[in-house]
């Protein structure tokens, strides 16, 4: 069987692995008491001082309009419905607007964030444990071992705290809070000059989320590395005169690298959790935040439909992990086509 | 005030004699009270605020002369009413202002959409405010001098009068007032709003069909004049509701066309939706119109050129030509405050004063912070409704909860001074015994009773009750059932504020011999939790400052009222002062006599607080962070009072100096409509 033939199996298999993760994420928001109707009844109640029963008939109305009477079942099928026939996530009760818009306006730029921190902290981690493992114990090692150290160490969350007093109280910079400036929010089209003003805006989120997230392959490299430097067919390898760095890039690298390839598997969530807690300190408006806000506002399909974005993301992480491995080692790949 | 005052000393010598009768002490004065209150200030009276009348002549923004050149505009005279709403400069803190530049709010809420006659909001946190205007307003009252505080100030409605038997509520719009797009402003959009929305059940508007006087039905009498005839005699205060955010019309010529009633086309879910969010600009009566929505990221709105008031000199308002409201969340909104980002934040929480006091008081700070009256209060509701639980301990816990002695234990148990300071260090807390805040207009010490801390006093009336440790495991055993007396405590985690006090309740209570066992549920859960009276006791943040607008959370005014002391199948086991204190809330609501309804208030809040219906804890004041360059925001504002503050402080005569204006990002214009 062909790596094609593979690939399709392997998605094939996620369907019913996605079929499972929307009923749970369906009915974890369900668990919770109340709905997105009582939080709009105490907000009404507190905002204009009608009573609860005054406000009850429109409460049920509500309800009925926005479907939450029916039982949970037939809710989660008309939404697996909408979704499957119309590409329809559902309504964002709080925002009034399909779930695919309040979602859509955010993901660009999420993605945009995750990615770019996804590959830098990968390759910053890569490079740093290239670097501490062929200076072991001496004063660069140190150096790479504290940084991913405190980067695995300090609660992100701490570190933007930090980060935002500065901004804020000490150098009152104008670039909090958004992800560009008023005057080019209202822009469609990217400038440089645009590009550039959300730089300013977002290199908070890229450096806490790259620090935090190069830490881990930090110390994987690192450790990889020193356990194939010390193997005999490195050995060899110095024996029959290569150079240093032939040794290393040549040899050693691509064997230590194995584990950090796999591991990327997982880290396709981390594009959506990795940011979540710097950008709500930051008030940067990605998915993140946006998950919090769903949460506590019971705003169900929105939260239903990031669950199923982060699901996604997972599966065609590990699917995309399995199939790098395969491509950078062609024992993997035998085994994998031979199993498949 | 002064015979007030004689009223106050007379009833201070029938509670002492009381107490002396009851063998406790119940009297002490308050503590003297520190002001955060910036400059001092006068309270003026209500037509020093505005009046309508005609100018000799009108000005207006200089970027409007060109629109008016080019017939994009009619010349500003013919776009006021005859006689508009005029500001009065003696009124405005740093008088009258100069056109132009910009302000920006920061907001956590998010548009629903447009049609605020169908009950969406637009995010709150003042963007609201911007387009709504109301028939009459509530906000700026709180600088009112209390011998006129006979009702909401006119706006929309420029006066009214009821017949003899208060049966008729007649009202006079501004005459010739233009929405934003220059359509008049009339009966036609009162009738809408009334007949076809408020009295619509199909529709969720902001004011009950039933709850505005009864039922009333609308005449309407001319363009101008229109009348409100209700079942049963009235009093002045159901005018207080036509302020903000039920009295506020919507344009009729654009929404009649997506009204089932008008439109066979169109069914109620088209009608909600008739004004999307993202479709800007829409009409407004209010001072700056929505021209750009950018979801989750910024609101943009420009000067309305039509706004239907002026200033005392005749410069039309506003004078800020440009709003922005960012869209981030409501942490952000104090951060960005501080950090000079955003023009406006409401600081509520007790637990960034220290820091955003340093901050300001930094000269450098590109904000000031103007901290107003004492109306945040927090304390603890005690559950009285014995009948309507089955469960043996909870209904003798109940029961303690409905001796005087008990309450009085366990006011005399907390060390409020304590309880402050874990809130906040510094001057911002004050005692707090329930009752009004005493940033309240109807807060008057001399009706306070104080029950201040003495622990060896509350360990006396505990054991009057029959309450001893029996079983020497340092917790009190309740008479009855010979259980500990644990008090289940709920509040909501998520406060910070709420969770400090609630670690100095449970220590300081546990001190004489009390159990506290402090129990979290989420903001969502909390409220169907509460008004089900489905607790023991709540630890919370209640502010009452007003006793007719917060009636329902604080006054046993119906069946579902207070959510401490429901009513069950067989009626209210009411406590003996309960059925005063509604009788009270009743006269009050009957009456406008300014001074009866003062009276009134101090007997209400001698009954609170000698029968410590709730047991206060702390009150602090709120602050409004404001940018500095922005003038005319009074000293003193409270951050809620009659409203939030964005409406007390009367935003549309705000102004910022030309040398300190911000660059607009859409200069030199105004909506345009298709």
Known sequence: MDLLGFLLKRLAATIPLLIAISIVSFLIIQAVPGDYVDRWMSATQAQTGKSYDELLPQATAMRERLGLDQPVAIQYLVWVKDIVTDFDFGMSFRHNRPVTEVIGVRLPRTLLLAISTVILSQVIGVLLGIYAATNQYKLGDNFATIIAFLGIVIPKFVISLVILYLLAFVWHSPYIGAVNSAQFILQDHWSLAKFWDFLKHVWPVLLVSIWAGQAYTTRMMRGNLLDTLNMQYVETARAKGLSKRKVLFKHAVPNALHPVVMNLGTRFDYMIKGEIEIAIVLGIPTVGPLILSSVADRDMYVVAAIFMMVAVLLVLGNLFADLLLALIDPRVRRATLSRA | MKDSRKLASLLAVGVCAAALYAGTSIADPMPEEQSLAGLEYDLIGRDDLWTYEALPEYHQAP???????????????????????????????????????????????????????????????????????????????????????????????????????????????????????????????????????????????????????????????????????????????????????????????????????????????????????????????????????????????????????????????????????????????????????????????????????????????????????????????????????????????????????????????????????????????????????????????????????????????????????????????????????????????????????????????????????????????????????????????????????????????????????????????????????????????????????????????????????????????AALLVNKRVQNAHPGTPVFMYEWAEDAVIRERLWVPADQQMEEILPGTVAVYE
């Open chain 2, 63 to 621: 970027f409007l002369d060109a629109l008016v050149e080019s017939g994009a505009l009619p010349p500003v005279e013919d776009r006021l009413p005859a006689e508009p709403l005029v500001m009065q400069a003696g009124a405005m803190s740093a008088g009258i202002g100069e056109y132009g530049g910009v302000f920006r709010h920061v907001i956590g809420g998010r548009p629903e959409g447009w049609n605020i006659l169908a009950g969406q909001h637009q995010g709150w946190g003042g963007i609201n405010m911007a387009t709504q205007e109301c028939l009459v307003r509530q906000g700026p009252r709180w600088q009112v001098r209390p011998e006129e505080q006979t009702g909401p100030l006119p706006n929309l409605a420029k006066s009214w009068e009821w017949n003899d038997e208060m049966t008729e509520l007649t009202m006079h719009l501004v005459e010739g007032a233009k929405w934003s797009d220059g359509d008049p402003f009339d009966t036609e959009d009162i009738a809408f709003w009334y007949d076809d929305n408020v009295q619509n059940a199909d529709i969720n508007s902001r004011i009950s069909k039933d709850a505005f006087g009864g039922g009333a039905s609308l005449e309407v009498i001319d363009d101008y004049t229109f009348k409100f005839v209700f079942p049963t005699a009235q009093s002045n205060t159901v005018v207080e509701g036509l302020a903000y955010i039920q009295g506020c019309p919507g344009p009729s010529h654009v929404l009649k066309d997506f009204h089932p009633d008008y439109n066979a086309d169109m069914n109620y879910d088209d009608y909600l939706n008739a004004m999307p969010a993202d479709a800007v600009p829409i009409p407004v009566m209010g001072a700056w119109v929505p021209v750009e929505h950018k979801p989750d990221e910024l609101v943009i709105m420009r000067r309305n050129p039509y706004y239907f008031k002026v200033d005392s000199d005749g410069n039309q308002l506003p004078y800020i030509n440009e709003m922005h409201f960012k869209l981030t969340t409501w942490d952000d909104r104090t951060t960005q405050a501080v950090a000079g980002t955003g023009d406006w934040s409401n600081m509520e929480n007790p637990g960034n004063f220290v820091e955003a006091l340093k901050q300001s008081q930094d000269e450098n700070s590109p904000v000031s912070a103007k901290f107003g009256p004492r109306t945040l209060s927090w304390r603890i509701e005690l559950n009285f409704a014995q009948n309507m639980t089955d469960d043996p301990y909870e209904q003798e816990l109940r029961g303690l909860f409905r001796e005087l002695p008990f309450r009085q234990a366990l006011s005399h148990a907390i060390d409020r001074d304590a309880v402050g300071q874990a809130l906040a260090r510094g001057p911002f807390a004050y005692p707090y015994i329930g009752g009004f805040a005493s940033g309240s207009p109807y807060y008057d010490p001399e009706y306070s009773v104080y029950t201040p801390f003495d622990q060896d006093k509350a360990k006396e009336l505990l054991a009057g009750l029959g309450l001893e440790d029996t079983d020497g495991n340092g917790v009190l055993n309740m008479p009855g059932t010979g259980e500990d007396l644990v008090i289940d405590m709920t509040y909501k985690p998520q406060r910070t504020d709420d969770r400090k006090q609630m670690d100095a309740v449970t220590s300081q209570l546990a001190e004489v011999g009390i159990r506290v066992l402090p129990k979290t549920v989420d903001e969502t859960s909390f409220d169907p939790m509460r008004n089900a009276g489905d607790f023991s006791a709540i630890l919370q943040r209640a502010n009452f400052v007003l006793p007719t607008r917060e009636a329902c959370g604080n006054l046993p005014v119906s069946d579902i009222c207070p959510p401490f002391h429901l009513s069950g199948p067989d009626g209210r086991d009411s406590l003996p002062f309960e059925e005063r204190l509604t009788a009270i809330t009743n006269e009050m609501s009957a009456t406008d006599d300014a001074e009866k309804q003062t009276e009134l208030a101090n007997e209400m809040e001698q009954l609170l607080t000698e029968n410590l219906y709730n047991i206060g804890l702390v009150q602090v004041p």
